[in-house]
């Protein structure tokens, strides 16, 4: 922009109010722009795969499960656990050489530290879908070079270690309740535990034009 | 402005101060580029100081930044160690025992921060003359010390908690280094948060959330209202402080920089890259190019969907549907590209200390171009739109007016500050990564200052002129990310072998950064978030990987008080609408 098309702005501006300006400009622009627009409400944005870019941060996975040995992995367990910054890795009995590797996807965020210190051991994959229909089922577990006579004892280990997860139990029988009194329909209610509201504006970009989950 | 001229004009400060209060100056010395620290003996005397720097050389008050050195061992040792360095350590010195407080001022004129540090010898009942009778804005950060450090101002007329709510023990304060992070605590119910009362005939009080219905984080707002309009607002905050201070000092230096980034989600980059640049500037190491060209495109994007987005609640909070979709769908486009180039949504992982994370590739570069022409068509359309429907501008205009005098008295910043005419944008003021490349006299596209001062005179502080700061923003912005995305693809049109240039470019690891920093050493960091600066000061420990004290403060921390200001005399169903388009992050103030 030229100087003296910016002063001529500013004294035009400072001449009219808005209303005048307004009717010098009203020619029902409005409603031709509505009418204009096409729809941009996508039906199902998990099948639109297109929309999925390449560097995406999806869920962690476990690339190479059977050469623990090279990483190491007998001394370096609780180095690999240390590495997650919410506590999502745990692994558990490292004896005999075998172990068992968990990835809780509810503490996970996403932040990808396991794949820059691990990168060949973890992956952030493309997959989109994390929603399970309870928290146990957010967790992953991943065996690692397991021998036989080892298997049962792990499993008795995981199973216990799961049977006190009474939150869940709650919250079933809550459901249960909830689904009696309202039906199935979607209903998102958010408990603020101190985000940092990035889950804020997801949920409210659910609204807008494009998702319109309503 | 070059180096050599900051050097020289930080010597003239140097030798002016230290003339003017010879006896009560125990050390003066210039650290990372462009701050000059100022040790004083003794409290009183650091009043004096930050009297005249406020008065006479018309600085502004950023932060205050209080730090519990009572435990720092074998600080004699280290003196013997360190005294080479030209730099010394201000926590060398034995005498330094106790808390010390530091005042950061910073100069609009000049890229040069003034930090003036007082020691506190008194362990047991630490207390320091308050300066709020002189600076107003120093209200907030002297009860935010008082809550967290018991670090008492003496004078500050506001004695009630801010930080921490009533049912937090008197006499526990958590950023003191002898609280354990793992201390469960009792909860005690018998206080009360006495909020300033409005009495009178047909006076009522309203009080809405700490739950809100919506989705919107936490926070009490207390009206006292006369028939419709407000005759006072109070608004009580900090309902999900996360206690990230505290948390970062058990934390090491890249551990710190993801939570750095989810201080506040919606300014990821901003955020990440004060501390970025803290670290960065402690270590003096400048980072490539290339890495500050990626960091300034993906800081620009996060600006304009921001105000995209606070374009679009302005609609909904009017009342005007077709403006909102519009508006949503021009951020979801933003929010895809951030997608594309980045792989998140809301720009996580892009800083890492030293450089940047991820590169962008040329194709994508070529992408953000093409798609950004297209936005800017949309939004100007949309714009003129929006300046032709009454509806909408009868409900901005003279709604939550702040006047120049409370932006300047409060240390507002950022989109507030702009917006009654007070022109401060660190981006500006003290240029950083590429802005320092950019030609930032023009910085609201208006090349010529006369107009542009009037166009500044013209804002009246009101929830119009903010509507066009944030409408001029976003243009600017496209501007920006224009101009370097072009910069970036010339540079690889020149260079033939891209590809191994591009992996030498952005990769700096953090070993070779580990070796530059000095035990003890601290640094500011800073940034222009789309809410206004952001400032960061980290101390890294005994050990340098970890962070011995890291100060956190967001553009929202400085605005919150404003709105309380905003709402006065305005109707209640106007709150909405002066809320949003003041857009203050609550996770960002509650840390």
């Known amino acids: 922009m030229k100087k003296k098309d910016i002063k001529s702005n500013v004294l035009n501006k400072s001449r009219l109010g808005y209303k005048e300006k307004m009717w010098l400009n009203t020619k029902d622009k409005l409603d031709r722009d509505i009418l204009k627009n096409k729809r941009v409400t996508i039906p199902n944005p998990i099948k639109e795969l297109d929309l999925i870019p390449e560097n995406f941060k999806g869920k962690i996975n476990v690339v190479s499960s059977k050469d623990i040995h090279n990483i190491g992995l007998n001394v370096k367990g609780e180095e690999i656990e240390n590495i997650c910054p919410s506590n999502a890795i745990k692994i558990k009995n490292i004896e005999n050489s075998a172990a068992i590797l968990t990835i809780d996807n509810g503490k996970c965020f996403l932040c990808g530290r396991c794949e820059d210190v691990y990168p060949s051991f973890f992956r952030m994959g493309k997959n989109l879908k994390f929603a399970t229909k309870n928290k146990e089922q957010l967790i992953d577990k991943v065996e690692l070079a397991l021998q036989h006579q080892d298997r049962e004892s792990v499993n008795v280990a995981i199973n216990e270690k799961n049977s006190d997860l009474t939150y869940d139990q709650i919250g079933n029988s809550l459901k249960e309740k909830i689904n009696s009194l309202f039906g199935r329909s979607l209903t998102i209610r958010q408990v603020d535990g101190g985000s940092c509201n990035g889950c804020e504006i997801e949920i409210t970009a659910l609204n807008n034009p494009i998702y319109d989950v309503e | 402005m070059t180096h050599d001229t900051i050097g020289k004009k930080i010597s003239d400060y140097k030798s002016l101060i230290f003339e003017k209060f010879n006896g009560s100056i125990e050390k003066i010395y210039n650290k990372n580029y462009n701050e000059l620290c100022i040790l004083t003996s003794n409290p009183e005397a650091s009043t004096k100081v930050i009297y005249f720097i406020y008065d006479n050389l018309k600085c502004r008050l ?154 919107i984080e936490p926070g009490h707002f207390r009206f006292s209202v006369y028939g419709e309009n407000i005759v006072n607002l109070e608004t009580r905050l900090y309902y999900t402080h996360k206690g990230i201070e505290k948390l970062a000092e058990t934390m090491t230096l890249s551990e710190a920089l993801l939570l750095s980034e989810r201080i506040s989600g919606d300014e990821s980059v901003a955020n990440s890259m004060a501390y970025c640049q803290a670290i960065e500037r402690m270590a003096s190491i400048p980072i490539r190019k290339k890495a500050t060209q990626i960091r300034t495109i993906c800081a620009e994007l996060e600006r304009i969907w921001n105000h995209l987005g606070t374009i679009a609640g302005m609609c909904t909070d009017v009342g005007f549907a077709y403006g909102s979709s519009r508006m949503n769908i021009l951020k979801e486009k933003i929010m895809r590209i951030n997608e594309k180039s980045s792989g998140s949504r809301l720009l996580f992982g892009i800083n890492r200390i030293g450089g940047v994370k991820v590169d962008i590739k040329p194709v994508i570069l070529h992408l953000i171009l093409d798609e950004i022409t297209h936005i800017r068509q949309d939004f100007d359309n949309l714009v003129k739109s929006l300046q032709n429907t009454s509806s909408f501008m009868d409900r901005l205009k003279g709604t939550g007016i702040i006047s120049n005098k409370d932006v300047l008295g409060l240390g507002a910043n950022g989109v507030i500050a702009r917006c009654a005419g007070v022109d401060v944008d660190t981006r500006k003021n003290h240029p950083y990564s590429y802005y320092r490349y950019l030609d930032l006299e023009n910085i609201q596209g208006i090349i010529d200052k006369i107009s542009y001062e009037v166009e500044l005179n013209k804002r009246k502080g009101d929830a119009l002129s903010r509507f066009e700061v944030r409408v001029i923003e976003i243009k600017h912005s496209i501007d920006i990310i224009q101009k370097t995305v072009t910069d970036i693809l010339d540079k690889n049109a020149k260079n033939d072998n891209i590809d191994s240039d591009v992996n030498n470019d952005d990769i700096l690891f953090f070993d070779s950064l580990k070796s530059h920093l000095k035990p003890y050493d601290s640094a500011l960091g800073y940034a222009e978030s789309h809410r206004g600066q952001t400032m960061h000061w980290v101390m890294v420990g005994k050990d340098t990987n970890r962070i011995f004290r890291y100060k956190i403060r967001t553009a929202s921390f400085c605005n919150w008080p404003l709105i309380e200001l905003a709402v006065q005399n305005n109707i209640v169903p106007d709150f909405p609408l002066i809320n949003k388009s003041f857009d203050l992050s609550y996770s960002g103030n509650d840390l």
């Open chain 2, 62 to 215: 950023v932060t205050m930044i209080c730090t519990d050195e009572r435990y720092i061992e074998n600080r004699l040792d280290r003196k013997g160690e360190y005294n080479n360095f030209k730099n010394e350590i201000d926590l060398m010195d034995k005498s330094h025992n106790g808390f010390s407080l530091r005042h950061v001022f910073s100069n609009e004129v000049e890229d040069i921060f003034f930090i003036v540090t007082s020691v506190l010898s008194n362990v047991d009942k630490p207390t320091y003359p308050s300066i709020v009778s002189h600076i107003p804005s120093a209200v907030y950060y002297e009860r935010e010390i008082s809550d967290m450090f018991g670090v008492i101002a003496q004078g500050n007329p506001d004695t009630r908690k801010l930080v921490l709510h009533e049912q937090w023990p008197v006499n526990l304060f958590p950023l003191r280094k002898d609280f354990d992070i793992k201390r469960r605590i009792k909860r005690r119910l018998n206080d009360h948060y006495e909020y300033l009362k409005v009495e009178g005939e047909g006076i009522c009080e309203i009080p809405v959330g700490p739950v809100h219905a919506g989705i």
